[in-house]
């Protein structure tokens, strides 16, 4: 199962305020999870659930035939994995993969990648490109150990995955190594080759160029 933890949108990036009012976050929230979800319905390998209470994200789920848990606290990430992890376990479910739904560029290549590179019991760990915080994490089975999601996470969840003894892969993927959390993250996915929701509203807010694409004969 594939679990995609939304919390409530109107509140969303607030790590962007500085720079953009909150309903333009929203809507680059929006956009990133609309991205999100394309690529995973694209790659079709695997049930897709959202963690969520939010409608707009609700709405969206219910569009592509994806299942929904709700999420009625909305107070953490690491809260409503925690709780959709344990709904899966009691369904019989044997492994769970987690996708936030701010790494836009995700591609359904690289969903791909991450269960053909994944353990037949184990975890695999896709970092973010600061190395500091974790973009996927597939556990086997899929209470092997708890996730903590924050800024720093990658390391405890290495640390945590190694301790069981179990077949850990660190797996490096540049499209799901961007999470769009600061300004400096808004210019470089506007800056990415591709016209995803998010890159064409990101280039929109900072005035960026797409980048041009250059044939050799």
């Known amino acids: 199962m594939i679990l995609v933890p939304v919390k409530n949108l109107a509140n969303a990036k607030q790590r962007l305020a500085p720079a953009i009012e909150q309903s333009t976050r929203t809507q680059l929230a929006q956009a990133m999870l609309a991205d999100v979800l394309d690529s995973l319905a694209a790659a079709a390998i695997d049930d897709v ?40 376990s009691e ?49 086997r089975p899929t209470q092997l150990f708890p996730l903590r999601f924050g800024n720093d996470s990658f390391l405890p969840h290495l640390a945590a995955a190694i301790a069981i003894n179990k077949t850990c892969i660190v797996l490096s993927l540049p499209g799901i190594a961007l999470d769009i959390d600061t300004p400096d993250d808004l210019q470089q996915l506007a800056l990415a080759p591709g016209e995803k929701r998010s890159q064409l509203l990101a280039r929109k807010l900072g005035s960026y160029q797409a980048p041009l694409t250059v044939n050799s004969y």
Not at 49 to 75: C, K, M, P, Q, Y
Not at 91 to 119: F, H, K, M, Q
Request: contains cysteine; negative net charge.
């Open 49 to 88: 659930s959202l963690v969520t209470s939010d409608a707009f994200a609700s709405e969206i789920a219910r569009g592509l035939s994806f299942d929904i848990i709700r999420d009625d606290l909305n107070v953490s990430e690491t809260g409503a994995i925690e709780m959709a992890t344990q709904l899966c």
């Open 91 to 139: 369904r019989g479910i044997d492994s769970t993969l987690v996708i936030p739904a701010d790494i836009p560029l995700i591609s359904a290549a690289e969903i791909c990648a991450i269960y053909e590179n994944a353990p037949n019991e184990g975890t695999l760990l896709v970092p973010s490109g600061d190395k500091r915080g974790t973009n996927a994490v597939l556990r």
